[in-house]
């Protein structure tokens, strides 16, 4: 079974209603379409503390999401958009995967190496792409892999106050976009798990 999990880097802590849940939520049941079974979090909802070691010692709680990561065959990160960059929690998710750059498996490889990534951006506000490109610039270079237009959004209209969770529907263009985006990681993913990366000399 491929599986996915979605951390998702509102601002709102549960159960307060967030537009990066519930595209993280649309992305998921796009994958389930693919197969893929997935599973949420909310990043601020645990003490993840500062920092770029895996774990910063006590009452940090990323370990236990670092765990979930490693076990999961994708990741997907949605994060809203403030003053056109990721929020500062999408930031501390990156940072604390910087850890795994330097980690390796007993062939030399990368921890996150053969793991695919998704990203989803909402916003009232324009900057989606950038953060899309230095979402997976990040996550590019600590080991996972990009599929092929692997990344779904929404922006209101320039100067708009509507969230994408105060849509009465997702437009079209979104959904395909969404489902594209699902069923390219999910055919990544099992290509990955059927031939890995090579060893590391």
């Avoid at 989606?128 to 599929?147: C, E, P, R, S, V």
Wanted: glycine share 8%.
């Amino acid at each position: 079974m491929t599986t996915a999990l979605a951390i998702t880097c509102t601002l709102k802590p549960s159960p307060a209603s967030s537009s990066s849940d519930l595209i993280a939520r649309h992305i998921l049941d796009a994958l389930a379409e693919q197969g893929v079974e997935g599973d949420v979090v909310r990043a601020v909802d645990h003490d993840i503390k500062p920092g770029v070691e895996r774990d910063m010692g006590d009452g940090d709680e990323w370990p236990a999401i670092l765990e979930r990561i490693q076990a999961a065959d994708i990741l997907v990160i949605t994060t809203p958009t403030w003053l056109g960059h990721m929020s500062s929690v999408a930031q501390r998710v990156l940072e604390r995967l910087d850890a795994e750059v330097s980690e390796t498996d007993d062939r030399g490889r990368p921890s996150m190496l053969g793991k695919v990534a998704m990203c989803g951006v909402v916003g009232n506000e324009d900057g989606a792409h950038k953060i899309i490109a230095d979402m997976f610039g990040a996550l590019n270079d600590i080991g996972f892999t990009i599929a092929g237009q692997g990344s779904t959004y929404w922006n209101d209209e320039a100067m708009g106050g509507r969230d994408y969770k105060d849509l009465d529907t997702v437009p079209e263009p979104v959904d395909k976009t969404t489902h594209a985006a699902a069923r390219n990681a999910a055919h990544l993913a099992r290509v990955l798990s059927e031939k890995a990366f090579p060893a590391y000399e």
